[in-house]
């Protein structure tokens, strides 16, 4: 486990100037709490009685039944809203390994205007299928090709870019995740959330620390992709090669290293890192279908697993299930 | 498809007389909310966009998410309130092919008091094993001792019996079920339910139709245990023999013929009934996993089944998915 008091020293923060970086705050949560009603769904916090030991209680926030499988809605929307009326009717696009293009296509078929998604070509399939069925035009490109593929067709067409989660609108989105957290289980001990980009968890923690400043925050990565808490340690970015990230299951982890902007909020809000192994994300994902009925995805199932290898502190733990999208053959492998 | 008005003749029905038989009311159902809070999840209704094709959109109760992966909990929980604390703290048993028992074990150990449950002897083992792990004492027999046993140990102990669905308490609890759809989807067009002992299409039917009398209300069960169509087609109460039922998939379903009191509110409220071939049910399995990220156990899919199928009318619809307790390995050769 690797906790905050390890990352700051003496109260300084490596050189990181907060002056130069405006951090979401919570009122931009509440406003984002308000657009996306009504499109996203109001998810509940789900007991789960035979997974709760001694710890105080164990609960899930189940982000995997969004209707697009995953949390991403919430910031995709937010964002969408945000750009007003006349700037969103010329469209949006973005980059995206599968949910927040997914999030996106949804987004956009609410409110009627056109989406492109560039993905890599090595997204899962059932990403790229559910992205076209939701009207979206996705484009594949090569990973490190993403970026300025996207940021092409919106200059080309006059597109908004709403990234996955280099985005504060994005960030105050999914920060919805943890003031609904707060508002079911208003003494919540420790939250869990998993890190990729970081939008989730740089959201998450933001609420979170502002509710209840005593609630520990900790995200969660897999050891094969554990970038952010490497850079955590360094005070400053270290993003690891797609190549070397690639090698765990938790495809919607991979390939993402935090932005300056995530980066920023989780040195500021989040308690500390833990990192999983392949087999005890394997594990929560069955332990999610016997104990609490619920499909995640590798990605979702990281802080279950975390919870489960007793890698968290003691006490009423709520456990973020960010998605459900993975396929079902594998799904049916590991049961 | 079997509608209201092949059952109802001339406005007479049957012989049966309402003034024998107190049917619950939408005051009873309300009284079960305000007794349940804070034991059920109040769970949410989730859009499925995938699956809503041209029907004016397609929605599930995931029920299979409340802390003993069922709707049971509702009941029970609404029934052991209702005995008050005196009797309550002398215990409770109940009869139950599993998911009764296990709400019943869960509300009893919430309250403290002591609980037996008497299973069939082929009730699943992921069923009985759950019961134990809730604290309760389980006692196996033969299908057809299930009730004279319970009744039995409820004499010998002075413990209260708090049968699965032939209990207005228990009615009522299910029922606000009903109460949250329309809660959150006032203008709902079709609720589907399942049918087995009844109690669950009698509550949501009565809170459906107290609150909007246009909305379709259709309960639906496996063809293999299809004695509540037949029964209401007859206009009086068709048992099957277990041993005829027990050929279906769906275990929550097989093994319960309707009661006196939970037909006599079948007739009043629903509109009709629905039956769903057994690869049907595997097939909405399959499908509530995929699009859905839910784990249904068969009794739970048959709902969604029936609208997959095209059997039920058109518009805004809702399928109630009634539990989640299915054995993942027999889940993993669905997928």
Chains 1, 2 share one sequence.
């Not at 696009?93 to 999030?103: E, F, L, M, P, Y």
């Not at 492109?116 to 990403?127: D, L």
């Not at 502002?210 to 360094?234: F, K, Y």
Request: charged share 20%; hydrophobic share 45%.
């Amino acid at each position: 486990m690797f906790f905050r008091s390890h990352w700051v020293c003496g109260g300084s923060r490596s050189g990181f100037s907060l002056e130069s970086m405006r951090l979401i705050t919570m009122e931009d949560v509440r406003t984002a709490s308000e657009a996306i009603r009504g499109t996203a769904v109001r998810t509940p916090l789900l007991p789960v009685p035979t997974l709760s030991g001694a710890s105080g209680g164990f609960w899930v926030k189940p982000e995997n039944l969004q209707p697009i499988g995953a949390f991403k809605i919430r910031g995709a929307h937010n964002a969408l809203v945000a750009l007003g009326p006349s700037r969103a009717a010329r469209g949006v696009v973005t980059h995206s390994s599968g949910n927040h293009g997914q999030a996106l296509a949804y987004a956009a078929r609410v409110l009627g205007v056109p989406c492109v998604v560039v993905s890599p070509e090595n997204a899962a399939p059932v990403k790229v299928a559910a992205m076209r069925d939701l009207g979206a035009e996705v484009v594949l490109v090569g990973l490190d090709e993403r970026l300025d593929t996207a940021e092409e067709i919106a200059a080309d067409r006059g597109m908004a870019l709403i990234p996955p989660f280099d985005h504060p609108d994005v960030i105050a989105g999914q920060g919805t995740v943890g003031l609904e957290i707060l508002e079911d289980l208003p003494d919540v001990d420790v939250v869990l959330v998993p890190v990729g980009g970081g939008g989730l968890a740089a959201g998450v923690s933001t609420a979170v620390k502002a509710l209840r400043p005593r609630t520990v925050v900790l995200g969660v990565e897999p050891g094969l992709a554990a970038d952010a808490q490497e850079s955590l340690v360094a005070g400053e970015l270290m993003a690891w090669p797609a190549a070397r990230t690639s090698r765990t299951v938790a495809d919607g982890l991979r390939s993402t290293s935090l932005s300056e902007l995530t980066f920023a909020h989780l040195k500021e809000h989040l308690d500390g890192i833990v990192t999983v192994s392949e087999e005890e994300i394997k594990s929560a994902m069955r332990e999610l279908v016997r104990a609490a009925r619920l499909v995640a995805e590798p990605s979702g199932a990281v802080t279950t697993a975390a919870y489960l290898a007793g890698r968290t502190p003691p006490g009423r733990t709520v456990a973020v299930v960010s998605g459900g999208n993975t396929d079902p053959a594998f799904l049916a492998t590991l049961l």
